[in-house]
């Protein structure tokens, strides 16, 4: 993997990614020319105390004045120097920018007082754009090509996880209009938090009492039990597997986890990555192939927080929310699930399973 | 308050509740006919082991397949005994009757085994129809009809809770197409659940925690800090007092409470009965007005738990979670709140509370 480190004339970080040699980017382009956003620096954190989590408040998102053309695509390399895009012309394959609209930034504002506890919102918010092809879509993108995409998320992974005010890196993808999306140019997020979120600490405080039960993993048990069963394993690539949950909250939710229990993608080695890139190419081309047409959805990875401890339960996955649980159809989070934390499902996971594993997309896999 | 506890042909429950005298109800319908739904009983709960949570599954409710005509509504009072509602003819008010699609049931099946816990759907899934009036809207409903609704809540609260198989009762509302509503007679749900679901027990968790350091509820502090700081007061009701959190996850998040830090319905007086109703009645005209058009929210009531344990650190309050950010922008769950639990806001609470606070509705309030 080849890496090139820069700094955009508005101060933003950019990191250029490739399989192969790339020359040495030319000028860096930003839509902001080199004004720095001050904006971004009044989020801040506030408390919630009867949740218990914290919520961030960036007030400069909503007044995103910058309002591209249709045919102006801000994470397509830049063309002509007049309307720069956020991104250099150039032979990279992957590209990971600091978003111009950050919740989280690594020199936050004071916050202000109120009256429950506020914090600076720390941290990160990155965009990573996943190929220069604005037509594409990452399951569509050929395996080596993916396996690099799982490098950069390592690489994003452990800078930001080696900064002290980072706690918990998220690595996601949300796809779609329905799920918000509003660029259509393939790409996800990172978000690095300055605290361990309540979902990751939920799941982890699981993990770490099955763990000092057992003294193995909890999901390591689960992905086992699951091969044993069978009824639910979507594609089954030796070192990794792509399964849905016997528990799974969403009709077509799928996760993605290696064999081996590594707590995050800091202890991937080669095979790994090559077999957790063919899962997620299968799983993605399923989910676009069950109804023939781009399916839509939240992808998230859990793996372990960057707070300084060691986490033998932590166990990297990859979780999947589709949008939709029939065709036309969405899942709608409303009363149960908001209000109380209670998703109630019409679908069983195995006859979900069956349809997922049931769309043929071998061939499609290794082209 | 009047009262008739029914039965209908097809074996569920069914009240009407009126506050005037009201005659014997005549023939009581269901669009089932006689026919039990047998389907219902083959829910069941499974363990989501890294979440630590309960998921429901209720395969039969995607088989729905009672598509209505446009012109037949099954939540109004049956005209033609050819083709009866779920209503009968009547002088009523407000109706309840056990979902025809239940999650949660009385006499719920025995579960399959599976490779993680499972347990029956025990409890329950009642429909809640606040008017005979279709075209009306729980916010354009008299102040004594919203004082009746709150009663009806509180005698399904008090029933539903002396159950030994029902330990929370979530009472909510799901208004408009965007949080996934098809009916569109103004209703609401109630569910019973046979445990308490994880957002009220990590509310509650947290309340216990406060209450045993200062002797006082966490809600009623921040209710009076609220009063205090004034910014994001909507309406002061004395008894009752509808404002925005400080900590709002949601653009327009109003909650409303009573003074008194009463555990749950059951403890409602008449006093603060009338005050609930007056907040609530004018928190939804604000929405209403705010764009001058009905504004879809997903409204839940927390309150105690009905397990058996006294709660004195529960505090009865309505929380509403709004579908708009923006006129025309939804808010979307997305990564950071499906993947992590943050919520990204992108409004302050204080700004918001002033454009709700100056809806004038004073006039509208006492109509």
Known sequence: MQKQSLTKPDGRRLWLYARDQMPEAGAIPSPLGSEHDAASRHAHL???PLRGEWVAYATHRQQRT???PAEFNPLAPTK????????????YDVAVFENRFPTFSAHPDSPPSAIVDTAPAAGAAEVVVFTQDQTASLGGLPLWHIELLLQVWRDRYIDLGSRDDVKYVLVFENRGVEVGVTLHHPHGQIYAYPFVPP???????QQQTYYAEHRRGLLQSIVEAECRDGRRIILDERRAVAFMPVFARYAYEVWIAP???IPSLAQMDDSTCAALARALKGTLLKYDGLWERPFPYVMVFHQAPTDGAPHPEAHLHIEFYPAYRMPGRLKYLAGSELGAGVFTADTLPEEKAAEL???????LVNA
């Not at 979902?199 to 405080?205: M, N, Q, Y």
Request: proline content about 11%.
């Open 259 to 261: 064999m081996d229990p």
């Open 46 to 48: 506030r408390w919630h």
């Open 80 to 91: 002509d120097s007049r309307t720069p895009t956020e991104l250099p012309a150039g032979s």
């Open 357 to 363: 594993r049931g769309v043929d997309v071998s061939a």
């Open 66 to 68: 910058f309002l591209p």
């Open 199 to 205: 979902v990751a600490a939920r799941e982890l405080e």
